[in-house]
């Protein structure tokens, strides 16, 4: 397989998110494999006094969820 995408930071529904690893295989077929749990991406973006982040600290997001 090859690897095409790694740790991708992909929307899942309705605000959550998760990382993962895309792979193609050898026939075109592609193969999403989760490098995190899922999260919600507004609770990450959203400050403790109600305003959003202008972008994401995705490497500190991605430590925090990330699968061991």
């Known amino acids: 397989?090859?690897?095409?995408?790694?740790?991708?930071l992909i929307g899942t529904s309705a605000g959550?998110?998760?990382?993962?690893?895309?792979f193609e295989t050898e026939d075109g077929k592609r193969v999403?494999?989760?490098?995190?749990?899922?999260?919600c991406m507004m609770k990450e973006r959203?400050?403790?006094?109600g305003s959003l982040l202008?972008?994401?600290d995705v490497p500190s997001i991605f430590d925090k969820y990330r699968l061991n």
């Open 16 to 22: 959550s998110a998760v990382f993962r690893d895309l």
């Open 46 to 49: 959203t400050l403790p006094n």
């Open 1 to 8: 397989m090859k690897l095409l995408a790694q740790n991708q």
């Open 54 to 56: 202008p972008s994401y």
């Open 32 to 39: 999403s494999v989760p490098t995190s749990r899922e999260f």
